[in-house]
């Protein structure tokens, strides 16, 4: 069971380029989160998806795009990419959103330089 | 907006000693608090979960507490083994509607054998 799988797990980019990060699940879970951990602040989440076909914002969503286009996958997209998207990124996905059933499985991240 | 903070940021503790995370938080209107534990380059482990309603929850020798109306949790390890070294996170889970889990900075651990 490999339950959260991201890819790539490292990648550097010069500004301005744009890339995408895979998420992909095999829990069937319906809920799925990326999120951003920088030094000396907590994860923030940026989108998240609440199924197929669905996606809406975080907290702090500005200069990204996902999709949703396949229950197993979330994509993250950087249109234009910018050095204060350095971060390490983190999908995570769950059965429920449900208040007290929100337990998140976390994939190893997905370490991003922008130079 | 909710802000969770965990002191201190690092503790190093010898083998065999017990231990107490601290975890406050600003807003009381909570659904419920976790405790994570992170890796180094690894992702997070879900380790407790406590209810708004609930005062504590226990896992092997992790005792995790929750006084909502003061915005504090500890987690507390009991006879520290050098496989805890790690970064342990708090998070809470709002109420303002988009279930949001709203996550504490850490303190990394480092169990001395």
């Known amino acids: 069971n490999a339950g959260v799988t991201q890819t790539p797990k490292f990648r550097v980019l010069k500004t301005g380029q744009s890339m995408t990060l895979l998420c992909a699940q095999d829990?069937?879970?319906?809920?799925m989160y990326w999120y951003r951990q920088d030094p000396g602040m907590g994860l923030r989440l940026i989108h998240y998806?609440?199924?197929?076909?669905?996606?809406a914002k975080g907290e702090v969503p500005d200069g990204y795009n996902v999709s949703r286009l396949k229950k197993q996958n979330f994509l993250l997209g950087l249109e234009s990419a910018a050095p204060s998207q350095t971060s390490v990124y983190f999908c995570?996905?769950?059965?429920?959103?449900?208040?007290?059933?929100?337990?998140?499985?976390f994939g190893a991240g997905s370490r991003l330089t922008v130079l | 907006k909710q802000e969770v903070t965990q002191i201190p940021a690092a503790l190093s503790v010898p083998e065999g000693e017990n231990l107490v995370l601290n975890c406050s938080f600003t807003?009381?209107?909570?659904?419920?608090l976790q405790w994570f534990r992170q890796d180094p380059g690894k992702g997070l482990t879900s380790l407790l979960l406590?209810?708004?309603?609930?005062r504590e929850q226990t896992s092997g020798r992790l005792n995790a507490s929750l006084d909502k109306s003061s915005g504090r949790s500890t987690l507390y390890i009991a006879a520290s083994q050098p496989g805890d070294s790690a970064t342990y996170l708090c998070?809470?889970?709002?109420?303002?509607?988009?279930?949001?889990?709203?996550f504490g900075t850490g303190t990394r651990l480092t169990v001395i054998p």
């Open positions: 406590i209810q708004s309603s609930q």
């Open positions: 807003d009381s209107a909570i659904y419920n």
């Open positions: 998806s609440v199924g197929e076909g669905t996606t």
């Open positions: 998070a809470v889970t709002d109420q303002t509607g988009a279930n949001n889990l709203f």
């Open positions: 829990m069937n879970h319906e809920y």
């Open positions: 995570a996905s769950s059965y429920s959103m449900t208040p007290g059933a929100n337990v998140l499985t």
